[in-house]
Nanobody, 115 residues
């Protein structure tokens, strides 16, 4: 059974940075492209970053392009999201998963950007 456990969220001022982590267990991570998603209050969950199974290609939502960086460490079964120049609009619960939500969702990690 696949388990996804996100961490690293918190309260940060506008312009600040956070690094999110996701432990992926129960699956051979290297076989899957993976994404980071977020869900803000009253809004639908959206994909913000994607990385291919090989790690050779990435893609980002326009709203985070140039500020967020997705990465992976298959040897450690870990996914990461480096978030820089954070804005209040980035406030949301962040999740990792395969595209389309292939696996059962984890609990997510709350990111709050506020002064």
């Amino acid at each position: 059974q696949v388990q996804l456990v996100e961490s690293g969220g918190g309260l940060v001022q506008p312009g600040g940075s956070l690094r999110l982590s996701c432990v992926v267990s129960g699956v051979t991570l290297s076989l899957y492209g993976m994404s980071w998603f977020r869900q803000a209050p009253g809004k639908e969950r959206e994909s913000v970053a994607f990385i291919t199974a090989s790690g050779g290609n990435t893609d980002y939502a326009d709203s985070v392009k140039g500020r967020f960086t997705i990465s992976r460490d298959d040897a450690r079964n870990m996914m990461y999201l480096q978030m820089n120049s954070l804005k209040p609009d980035d406030t949301a619960v962040y999740f990792c998963n395969a595209p389309g939500g292939l696996f059962s969702w984890g609990q997510g990690t709350q990111v709050t950007v506020s002064s």
